[in-house]
């Protein structure tokens, strides 16, 4: 794993802005793995400022919640539009679709996506109990696609962007661990001090379940951006 401290959240977008931009213009065909969440937000308004050339660009993205629709203003393909996809024309982006009713088909349907479309950098944000996608501590690393339940601290921590806690999501439909670490390059980024014990745990703790995202420690071309706070309980 290739390690960088930063110290503000406007330097780790920057840094991570840099590291997706590379991928963006290695290759006339590429395909990008992204995020959701607080974490990802930053380099998403860099996008939206400089609008590099995407129109080679196909997006995986990790998941969507059981139950919202598209539009809904919760939903992660709602966050999507918003941040990126209504302000730079990709060539194709996907999400599993949360109103799904056979939920095995559409993990179905989004493992043959995935498996026409290997990301050639996924970006990762990390739950402070180590989750990597919606993949909370126990999943087995062997999994695909799946539809994960979410962890009481994931419903907890979601829940600042909800009306209500009943309003809160509580399943996922997830890319699991073994489709992330397809992936050739995975970049993970992380700030504020809550998120550091999910970074010690990754970095330097064993490799296991129940902290998912330490399973990256076997990937063979990892890039983590943290700022200070989120580095600060590493040796
Ligand atoms: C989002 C996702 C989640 C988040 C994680 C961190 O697509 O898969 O794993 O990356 O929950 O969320 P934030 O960035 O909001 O702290």
Redesign the pocket.
């Known amino acids: 794993m290739k390690l960088h401290i930063v110290k503000t959240k406007d330097e780790l977008a920057q840094k991570a802005y840099d590291v997706l931009i590379d991928v963006i213009k290695s290759s006339d065909e590429v395909t990008l793995g992204?995020?959701?969440?607080?974490?990802?937000e930053g380099i998403y308004e860099i996008f939206r400022a400089e609008k590099p050339d995407v129109s080679h660009v196909t997006t995986v993205?990790?998941?969507e919640y059981v139950g919202l629709a598209a539009d809904h203003d919760q939903s992660?393909a709602y966050f999507m539009d918003q941040h990126l996809f209504n302000h730079l024309p990709f060539k194709a982006t996907h999400l599993p679709n949360g109103l799904a009713t056979d939920q095995a088909a559409e993990c179905a349907r989004y493992d043959e996506i995935l498996a026409a479309n290997t990301p050639d950098l996924q970006l990762?944000?990390?739950?402070?109990n180590g989750?990597?996608?919606?993949n909370e501590p126990g999943t087995s690393f062997e999994l695909t696609t799946n539809v994960a339940e979410l962890a009481p601290e994931?419903v907890e921590?979601?829940s600042r962007y909800f009306d209500s806690p009943a309003d809160v999501p509580t399943h996922a439909f997830?890319m699991g661990i073994k489709s992330i670490m397809q992936a050739k390059k995975i970049l993970l980024i992380?700030s504020?001090e809550?998120?550091a014990e999910a970074i010690k745990g990754m970095i330097e703790g064993p490799v296991t379940n129940e902290m998912p995202a330490s399973i990256l420690q076997n990937h063979p071309d990892v890039t983590v951006i943290v700022d200070a706070e989120a580095g600060s309980l590493l040796k």
Request: charged share 5%; net charge neutral; glycine share 18%.
């Open positions: 992204l995020a959701t969440g607080s974490s990802p993205n990790l998941d992660y990762l944000g990390i739950g402070t989750h990597i996608a919606f994931t921590a979601n997830s992380a504020g809550g998120k």
